[in-house]
Structures are given as C-alpha cells and as structure tokens.
C-alpha cells in the first residue's frame, strides 16, 4: 500500500504560478502510474495529468495543457504538477493518484485509481 500527501496548495492571483508536491510513503512509487486529479465545489473529479511509471508516457487535460507540467523523481518517492497561467477555473482540489499499472491504461478515469491523497486545496483569485 502506498500513502500519498500533497503540499504547496494556497492561493495565487491569476497569471500567477504554483507547485504541487505529492510525498509518498509505504511503497517507491516506481511500482505505480502516478497522476493528478482536481474537483471544484458542485463539480465531478476531473482528470488533470498523468505520468507513467518511470516518465516516458504523459498525458494532460485540454484545459491545462501548455500551462501545466507533470514530472516524477522515483528516487525521492515524490510526484510534481507545475501549474503556470494559472486562471480562476483553475481553483479546485487537487488529488495526487497512484494506478497500478494494467495493460490498458485507461489514464483518465478515476475510477482506475488505487490510491488517493487527501487534497490540496488551489484557489485562483481573478
């Protein structure tokens, strides 16, 4: 099992930049498809970005693309989402998400997702 921990959330104006962090611990997350997920208030949980185990594959969500940029370090056990441009309807949770690999990768559905973080929080004042 592997537990997951987010950190650098807060509140930024928008054009402005942030760095999420996601700390694992329990297992290397190079066992694991690691991605990020967000949900606004009243909103379903939205696919954000994704990584394969050891960084070869990315994916990201029309709506942040160009603007955000996923990486992983497997020796420190720790997952980065970069967001730039950041715009209001960017403000949401954001879920750091581990996959066990599989062979169809179906990246985007969270229901695909073993294990989850707790959230951080993201607001992106106009």
């Known amino acids: 099992q592997v537990q997951l921990v987010e950190s650098g959330g807060g509140l930024v104006q928008a054009g402005g930049s942030l760095r999420l962090s996601c700390a694992a611990s329990g297992r290397t997350i190079s066992n694991y498809n690691m991605g990020w997920f967000r949900q606004a208030s009243g909103k379903e949980r939205e696919f954000v970005a994704a990584i394969s185990r050891f960084g070869g594959t990315i994916y990201y969500a029309d709506s942040v693309k160009v603007r955000f940029t996923i990486s992983r370090d497997n020796v420190k056990n720790t997952v980065f989402l970069q967001m730039n441009s950041l715009k209001p309807e960017d403000t949401a949770v954001y879920y750091c998400?581990?996959?066990?690999?599989?062979?169809?990768?179906?990246?985007?559905?969270?229901?695909?997702?073993?294990?989850w973080g707790e959230g951080a929080l993201v607001t992106v004042s106009s």
């Open positions: 998400a581990a996959a066990v690999p599989r062979l169809r990768w179906d990246y985007s559905d969270p229901r695909g997702v073993n294990y």
